[in-house]
């Protein structure tokens, strides 16, 4: 559920030309093998960058810019070959795989009368949205989807957007951040080309396919470090909700990832601003006691304040097991760390949970300290463990209220890719397959300012924002 236009007149985007955009040189076929972290989302995740006209391309053409888009794709294309592939289903074991096939990428050019402007906050979500990016019919069939998508909208008042969908089982967040981040410098838009990348991306999943010989070898049984507390957690929270439906057996094998429909589909996307001010105004008012002896992220603190509002909010009961899940990047968590440059999926999910009596009673100090324990705890044999419990039959999530999941875009600051003249107005993340998760972004007006998108229940969006907002204002 989303913004919607009362005008029944709102301006359509019209699709002017799609084109398929193979590699520039293409690489030999292979197979890459996923990881089961790769697997736990085959679909393509959408993000809108907005650039606002300018006069510095105010005089180009579409036409101009959709060709430096496909040439610099082209290139980028043949460096980062397994986003020109397919997914493609193991028979043995009924498992995706990446087939690297050279079979290229989707580009689309589209116009539209309406005007920027019109749209009004570009940090909330817009329905209108949706028509700025490029979705394939590929009827289930993985192996017929493109596993990137692009499109390149001129807008009436002369600005344009730039929708880009990408699978999430080829990139994770910083991954897809740097392949965009090659593409607009191959692109050279109005600006000096600057040459080579940072680094060079590496594709195999290396250490972390589980048939790895090193992830065999895990602690002895019933060693701490062996315990997948979200996958505990998540086991938990299951369990509790089929109790409480007096339904389904309890030995199903469910997965951290949701890849057979989107639940949820009434929620209503948020999104709140938080300036560096009101996050410091938080940090005085919770942490006074002890402010000078107490570090704290900006990141654990928003992340406990969210989880007690939300938990409030829901009405969750007070003897109600409520968890707090959030992504942990893994690449310097392994032993040996992972490569500079892999692209593929490097996260896990930390974990903390309490009853919603529990929470509500807590301090923000108290919560922030178990945020903390949780980051910390996820070391090479959490990582290797939790691979390791996602070897199997996948299933789908039953909606679970109790939980609340948190996914920090704060260090990939996606509106300062440059794929025209400066940075974009705001990159909008669209509807994701998992709509209720929070996202942590950088406020593209203040550096130290954080924009939190949400999928709230129209019911309960009036309650959580006050309890959210308490204490910031």
Same mark, same amino acid.
């Given at each position: 559920?989303?913004?919607? +236009? %009362?005008?029944?007149?709102?301006?359509?985007?019209?699709?002017?030309?799609?084109?398929?955009?193979?590699?520039? @040189?293409?690489?030999?076929?292979?197979?890459? +093998?996923?990881?089961?972290? %790769?697997?736990?989302?085959?679909?393509?995740?959408?993000?809108?960058?907005?650039?606002?006209?300018?006069?510095?391309?105010?005089?180009?053409?579409?036409?101009?810019?959709?060709?430096?888009?496909?040439?610099?794709?082209?290139?980028?294309?043949?460096?980062?070959?397994?986003?020109?592939?397919?997914?493609? /289903?193991?028979?043995?074991?009924? &498992?995706?795989?990446?087939?690297?096939?050279?079979?290229?990428?989707?580009?689309?050019?589209?116009?539209?009368?309406?005007?920027?402007?019109?749209?009004?906050? /570009?940090?909330?979500?817009?329905? !209108? =949205?949706?028509?700025?990016?490029?979705?394939?019919? !590929?009827?289930?069939? =993985?192996?017929?989807?493109?596993?990137?998508?692009?499109?390149?909208?001129?807008?009436?008042?002369?600005?344009? @957007?730039?929708?880009?969908?990408?699978?999430? @089982?080829?990139?994770?967040?910083? *991954?897809?951040?740097?392949?965009?981040?090659?593409?607009?410098?191959?692109?050279?838009?109005? &600006?000096?080309?600057?040459?080579?990348?940072?680094?060079?991306?590496?594709?195999?999943?290396?250490?972390?396919?589980?048939?790895?010989?090193?992830?065999?070898?895990?602690?002895?049984?019933?060693?701490?470090?062996?315990?997948?507390?979200?996958?505990?957690?998540?086991?938990?929270?299951? &369990?509790?909700?089929?109790?409480?439906?007096?339904?389904?057996?309890?030995?199903?094998?469910?997965?951290?990832?949701?890849?057979?429909?989107?639940?949820?589909?009434? #929620?209503?996307?948020?999104?709140? +601003?938080?300036?560096?001010?009101?996050?410091?105004?938080? &940090?005085?008012?919770? #942490?006074?006691?002890?402010?000078?002896?107490?570090?704290?992220?900006?990141?654990?603190?928003?992340?406990?304040?969210?989880?007690? *509002?939300?938990?409030?909010?829901?009405?969750? @009961?007070?003897?109600?097991?409520?968890? /707090?899940?959030?992504?942990?990047?893994?690449?310097?968590?392994?032993?040996?760390?992972?490569?500079?440059?892999?692209?593929?999926?490097?996260?896990?999910?930390?974990?903390?949970?309490?009853?919603?009596?529990? #929470?509500?009673?807590?301090?923000?100090?108290?919560?922030?300290?178990?945020?903390?324990? *949780?980051?910390?705890?996820?070391?090479?044999?959490?990582?290797?463990?939790?691979?390791?419990?996602?070897?199997?039959?996948?299933?789908?999530?039953?909606?679970?209220?109790?939980?609340? /999941?948190?996914?920090?875009?704060?260090?990939?600051? !996606?509106?300062?890719?440059?794929?025209?003249?400066?940075?974009?107005?705001?990159?909008?993340?669209?509807?994701?397959?998992?709509?209720?998760?929070?996202?942590?972004?950088?406020?593209?007006?203040? #550096?130290?300012?954080?924009?939190?998108?949400?999928?709230?229940?129209?019911?309960?969006?009036?309650?959580?924002?006050?309890? =959210?907002?308490?204490?910031?204002?």
């Amino acid at each position: 559920m989303a913004t919607k +236009h %009362d005008d029944e007149n709102a301006p359509t985007v019209r699709v002017t030309k799609t084109v398929s955009v193979l590699p520039k @040189s293409l690489h030999p076929q292979q197979v890459i +093998h996923l990881s089961n972290l %790769d697997r736990q989302c085959p679909l393509l995740m959408y993000v809108v960058f907005f650039y606002k006209s300018s006069a510095a391309f105010q005089n180009l053409s579409l036409g101009s810019i959709f060709s430096c888009l496909k040439s610099g794709l082209e290139e980028t294309l043949s460096i980062w070959y397994p986003a020109a592939g397919r997914l493609s /289903l193991n028979p043995s074991d009924g &498992k995706l795989n990446l087939w690297c096939n050279n079979g290229g990428a989707v580009l689309v050019e589209a116009v539209t009368s309406a005007k920027i402007i019109e749209l009004g906050d /570009l940090s909330e979500y817009n329905e !209108f =949205f949706e028509h700025l990016v490029y979705k394939p019919d !590929f009827h289930g069939n =993985f192996s017929e989807m493109p596993l990137v998508v692009a499109q390149v909208t001129r807008f009436g008042c002369g600005g344009f @957007s730039i929708g880009i969908g990408a699978s999430h @089982s080829l990139f994770d967040g910083p *991954a897809t951040y740097d392949f965009l981040h090659a593409w607009a410098s191959n692109s050279a838009i109005l &600006k000096q080309k600057r040459g080579t990348e940072l680094y060079k991306p590496v594709h195999e999943r290396g250490a972390l396919l589980v048939d790895d010989r090193r992830l065999t070898k895990l602690p002895e049984s019933g060693s701490s470090a062996t315990r997948v507390v979200a996958i505990d957690h998540l086991y938990q929270l299951i &369990k509790q909700a089929m109790t409480a439906q007096t339904s389904g057996p309890d030995n199903m094998k469910f997965t951290t990832g949701n890849t057979h429909e989107v639940g949820n589909s009434n #929620l209503v996307l948020k999104t709140f +601003h938080l300036s560096g001010a009101m996050i410091e105004s938080l &940090k005085s008012k919770v #942490l006074s006691e002890r402010r000078s002896s107490f570090s704290c992220s900006s990141f654990d603190l928003i992340a406990a304040h969210l989880w007690k *509002a939300r938990t409030k909010a829901l009405g969750v @009961s007070k003897g109600a097991m409520v968890c /707090l899940q959030f992504a942990v990047d893994i690449r310097n968590k392994m032993v040996p760390p992972l490569p500079t440059g892999f692209s593929g999926n490097a996260y896990v999910l930390a974990s903390v949970a309490l009853t919603a009596e529990e #929470l509500e009673a807590g301090s923000h100090e108290a919560i922030v300290e178990m945020i903390k324990d *949780a980051k910390s705890s996820v070391n090479n044999d959490y990582v290797i463990a939790y691979n390791q419990a996602l070897d199997g039959p996948q299933g789908s999530l039953p909606p679970l209220n109790e939980l609340t /999941l948190v996914s920090d875009w704060t260090r990939m600051p !996606f509106h300062k890719i440059d794929f025209l003249h400066g940075e974009a107005a705001y990159a909008s993340p669209l509807l994701s397959p998992v709509p209720q998760v929070a996202y942590f972004m950088q406020n593209p007006t203040e #550096l130290r300012g954080v924009d939190m998108r949400i999928g709230l229940f129209p019911q309960t969006i009036n309650a959580f924002s006050q309890y =959210f907002l308490a204490n910031m204002l």
